[in-house]
């Protein structure tokens, strides 16, 4: 079955930078678009960005426009999120998703109910 692994979570002080990575194993990669979502205590899971199959088309939640940035490197099969300039709003659960169809589509998928497979999780506390 399809495997998704984040990794690069932590602690930092308001102000710094993570740089997360999800390694897709199981599944086709280079023909599919991927999602990064988040779910902070109390809320509802939440949108933050997503990449086409090439990279060459990116999208963002509006308020995280210029400070977070999607990439991938599909030759390693590993799609990236770093996050600068982070605010203690921002500590949260990050999730990594994949759609159910690959076929080199550019459709932007903002949606949690429009992807399939999710990885476990990876957790980013941002302390004032």
């Known amino acids: 079955q399809a495997q998704l692994v984040e990794s690069g979570g932590g602690s930092v002080q308001a102000g710094g930078s993570l740089r997360l990575s999800c390694a897709a194993s199981r599944l086709t990669f280079s023909n599919r678009a991927m999602g990064w979502f988040r779910q902070a205590p109390g809320k509802e899971r939440e949108f933050v960005a997503t990449i086409d199959w090439s990279g060459a088309i990116t999208y963002y939640a509006n308020s995280l426009k210029g400070r977070f940035t999607i990439s991938r490197d599909n030759g390693k099969n590993t799609v990236y999120l770093q996050m600068n300039s982070l605010n203690p709003e921002d500590t949260a659960v990050y999730y990594c998703?994949?759609?159910?169809?690959?076929?080199?589509?550019?459709?932007?998928?903002?949606?949690?109910?429009?992807?399939?497979?999710w990885g476990q999780g990876t957790q980013v506390t941002v302390s004032s």
């Open positions: 998703a994949a759609p159910k169809d690959g076929g080199y589509d550019s459709r932007i998928r903002r949606a949690d109910t429009e992807y399939e497979y």
